[in-house]
């Protein structure tokens, strides 16, 4: 059953993580750590026109952990919001309720993280670096929306933006689950 696991293609993700180190012109970074294991994935984001321009990691984790990380790092990039929420609670599914993997071409690597699901230990390290990227929609979020409502009280002619790019509606959305 280990051998399941830590499959050929699980390892050689673990062992292979794209875009490692800080984004020096990041919107935001986020830190995610696991208290059962020690793991901890660090995210910095990029966001351009609506959709994940960049993203680098760095990543102190178990294999699983590294894995995860690397297989969403080399498919986020053209990513919106949206989608990013939707896959983290399709990777949630799959773990906790032997849901189906994400869905949709891009996300098709994540299959292989499958059967870390008969490993509920385990679900936390795999998860870091969702949760890290969904903090760092968040942050973005919150701060396109303090930044418009500066240049609404600065500028008497401008209402206040409600959302940057439907970035704050998206995570509203996916939070309410009516996306």
């Keep these: 059953m280990l ?19 800080v984004l020096s012109d990041a919107d935001a970074s986020a830190r995610r ?45 053209g990513a919106s919001p949206t989608e990013l929420y939707r896959v983290r609670e399709e990777m949630l599914a799959m773990l906790k309720k032997d849901g189906p993997p994400p869905q949709g071409e891009r996300w098709a690597a994540l299959e292989k993280l499958q ?34 409502a500066k240049d609404a009280r600065q500028n008497k002619n401008l209402e206040p933006l409600s959302d940057s790019k439907g970035t704050r509606n998206a995570l509203n959305q996916m939070k309410d689950g009516t996306s």
């Design 3 to 21: 051998n399941d696991l830590y499959s050929d293609a699980l390892l050689e993700a673990a062992a292979d993580i794209p875009e490692e180190g």
């Design 33 to 77: 750590s696991s208290k059962v294991c020690g793991s901890e994935v660090g995210v910095t984001l990029k966001m351009q026109d609506g959709v994940v321009a960049d993203i680098a990691l760095e990543v102190k984790a178990c294999a699983l952990g590294q894995a995860s990380s690397s297989i969403l790092a080399r498919h986020i990039r």
């Design 115 to 148: 059967p870390i699901k008969d490993y509920p230990a385990r679900h936390a390290s795999t998860m870091l670096v969702f949760e890290a990227v969904v903090d760092c929609l968040e942050r973005i979020a919150d701060k396109c929306v303090r930044l418009s």
